[in-house]
Nanobody, 118 residues
């Protein structure tokens, strides 16, 4: 069973930084891509950033220049470095992984809370 476990969330001040981690129970090469989504209360879940198995990245316009997605293949872990956090970034952040072997199938982590205070 594939498991994704997020960590690193917490409370930060407006303008602060956090680094989220997503540890996979299997090689990240089992996935075509991994990414981060977020969902704030009363809002739709939205894509934040993705990274493909070849290293290509994609970001939501709202986080470009502030967030960076990266990976450590040896640790089966994907990171989301979040800088200059804003109150509107507050949400539960979810790790996502698209299966390389099951087209259209994705795995999800349990989420980690990010709160930004002013």
């Amino acid at each position: 069973q594939v498991r994704l476990v997020e960590s690193g969330g917490g409370l930060v001040q407006d303008g602060g930084s956090l680094r989220l981690s997503c540890a996979a129970s299997t090689s990240i090469f089992s996935f075509n891509a991994m990414g981060w989504y977020r969902q704030a209360p009363g809002k739709q879940r939205e894509l934040v950033a993705t990274i493909t198995s070849s290293g290509g990245t994609n970001y939501a316009d709202s986080v470009k220049g502030r967030f960076t997605i990266s990976r450590d293949n040896a640790k089966n872990t994907v990171y989301l470095q979040m800088n200059t956090l804003k109150p509107e970034d507050a949400a539960v952040y979810y790790c996502n992984a698209e299966s390389r072997y099951r087209s259209g199938y994705a795995y999800w982590g349990q989420g980690t809370q990010v709160t930004v205070s002013s």
